[in-house]
């Protein structure tokens, strides 16, 4: 098992920054902590995923060069820098982690995927 915290969300305007945080802690190895997004009467989607031990990134082509995922392996912490926010990118975001290693982007961006989740966290981006 796998619990993941999300914390950092909050209320911005349109051009700002904010930085979220998934901490992770159990007995489960981690290969990999991925980051979805949920706006009100849409589906989860997939937003940015890291691999643990190579450090491998992917992200969706909405998100891309505007946000960045990291990961500290000795904290088993993994981050997301949200810079550029638009009004589009107001969703509850979630942590997820999967339960086996597995290779390529189209595993990591697939929701199936992931096995564990946070509770979430609200990202507002107000225009």
Do not use: H
């Amino acid at each position: 098992q796998v619990q993941l915290v999300e914390s950092g969300g909050g209320l911005v305007q349109a051009g700002d920054s904010l930085r979220l945080s998934c901490a992770a802690s159990g007995r489960t190895s981690i290969y990999a902590l991925g980051w979805f997004r949920q706006a009100p009467g849409k589906e989860r989607e997939f937003v940015a995923a890291i691999t643990w031990s190579a450090g491998i990134t992917y992200y969706s082509d909405s998100v891309k060069g505007r946000f960045t995922i990291s990961r500290d392996n000795a904290e088993n912490t993994a981050s997301l820098q949200m810079n550029s926010l638009k009004p589009e990118d107001t969703a509850v975001y979630y942590c997820a982690a999967p339960s086996r290693m597995n290779y390529g982007a189209a595993y990591y961006r697939r929701r199936g995927s992931y096995d564990y989740w946070g509770q979430g966290t609200q990202v507002t981006v107000s225009s």
